[in-house]
């Protein structure tokens, strides 16, 4: 997602089939979509008895099979949840003082200071920045004080059965039994959010089945329990198998110089960080030089008026956890904090609000019909939407930020 909109969804990233874990109970952004229909238990019933023979032939060991599903039931509250996140839409700097606020921050700082010995040996194997595995631990769990406590069977299931992302969820039901027959967990102790993400750093099961590990070598890769060793082990080889660059940083905030070329504030823009500097991109703490990790790119999640960011290529590698821009600059901002480093300096829009889902489909109508076509109008403000608003307010005198703001859509109008 992108220009500083994001939706909380309780309990799920976007987890697509190449990306993502997944994400909180209560601070992780994503896009959600508009649904009505909601099944019955006996719908649930009749899809349980067309799900047995598929999930036998995927291998799923009869007695597993059997007394997984014995327990499994219809939980309507499991799709209302899913129904009903276009209603807790948000601005960045609305997410960020929730998602890095003084009390998170503080919570880490005692999680870095109780788990360092820990966090310390995992950064040395897997190359990841012990800063960024505890600011994930954080968003997604609250540094495993909240790890969700409904039965992920029963979660996987009702979702399974649900029109919505049927597949997706089968999926990730077959994965999560297949973990049961493993030994790994019972289905009881096999609890999490409501979308069947689990654990600390709340892996969905096809993802703790490609990226769990057993680092404490007790034989089993336990995102679960109350030692959190294995899931911040694992979210360190999440973020190692997607790449990260151990060294080089998320990204930092800058100041742009009066003048500067809004056209160029976008991740499709990548340039040397001399390119940027001699543009007069400066750092925020002002006399030092811009550190080189690369190619960069400059954000602007809230606009013109509000902070920008220089970012790198480990950015894009936090994305496969989360691809909404606000939890990445939560996990990168997080992890700054918890080494020391200051609150951001810009102030924020905040005397503008989100637009609601119905805001921003006519936003994307009127952009079309303006000339300016957005590809689509699904509400979800993405690089095509942006294009379309840069292109809107280029034409129009405005600056070229592509914020999708209310000042936009009345301007359309």
Do not use: C
């Not at 089945?209 to 995102?223: L, Y």
Request: proline share 4%.
């Amino acid at each position: 997602m992108r220009a500083g909109l994001i939706f909380v969804m309780l309990g799920m990233a976007q987890p697509g089939a190449a990306q993502s874990l997944n994400t909180s109970e209560s601070d992780s952004p994503v896009e959600r979509v508009e649904m009505t229909a909601v099944g019955t238990e006996q719908g649930f019933a009749d899809w349980l008895t067309g799900f047995r023979p598929r999930a036998l032939e995927a291998g799923i060991a009869p007695g597993v099979l059997e007394s997984a599903l014995a327990v499994a039931r219809y939980n309507p509250k499991i799709i209302e949840r899913d129904r009903n996140q276009n209603e807790f839409s948000k601005t960045i700097w609305d997410y960020l003082d929730t998602a890095v606020s003084d009390d998170r921050v503080a919570h880490g700082k005692r999680a870095l200071a109780q788990h360092g010995a820990i966090l310390a040996q995992i950064e040395a194997e897997y190359g990841v920045d012990r800063h960024v595995i505890a600011a994930i631990w954080g968003l997604e769990s609250a540094y495993g004080s909240f790890r969700g406590d409904i039965p992920t069977i029963e979660a996987l299931a009702t979702l399974a059965d649900d029109a919505r992302r049927a597949a997706f969820f089968e999926a990730e039901l077959i994965a999560a039994l297949k973990i049961i027959g493993n030994g790994d967990v019972s289905a009881q102790a096999m609890r999490g959010s409501w979308a069947g993400a689990m654990g600390h750093t709340q892996f969905m099961p096809t993802s703790w089945w490609a990226h769990a590990v057993d680092h404490d070598g007790d034989g089993r890769r336990d995102v679960w329990s109350d030692d959190p060793t294995d899931a911040l082990a694992s979210a360190a080889a999440y973020l190692r198998h997607w790449g990260w660059t151990s060294g080089a940083l998320w990204g930092l905030e800058v100041r742009l110089p009066e003048g500067f070329d809004y056209d160029q504030t976008t991740e499709r823009v990548k340039k040397p960080v001399a390119d940027w500097a001699a543009m007069g991109v400066v750092p925020v703490t002002g006399g030092a030089a811009l550190p080189d990790h690369g190619l960069a790119s400059v954000l602007l999640p809230g606009g013109a008026r509000g902070a920008a960011f220089l970012i790198f290529s480990n950015f894009q590698v936090i994305e496969r956890y989360n691809t909404a821009d606000a939890y990445v600059i939560a996990v990168g901002h997080l992890a700054d904090r918890l080494r020391g480093g200051p609150a951001i300096q810009a102030t924020w829009p905040r005397e503008l609000r989100a637009l609601s889902l119905a805001e921003r489909k006519e936003l994307q109508e009127r952009l079309g019909a303006a000339g300016f076509d957005p590809k689509g109008v699904d509400g979800r403000i993405g690089p095509n939407t942006i294009a379309a608003v840069k292109a809107f307010q280029r034409v129009n005198g405005r600056v070229p930020d592509g914020y999708a703001s209310v000042e936009v859509l009345q301007a359309l109008r």
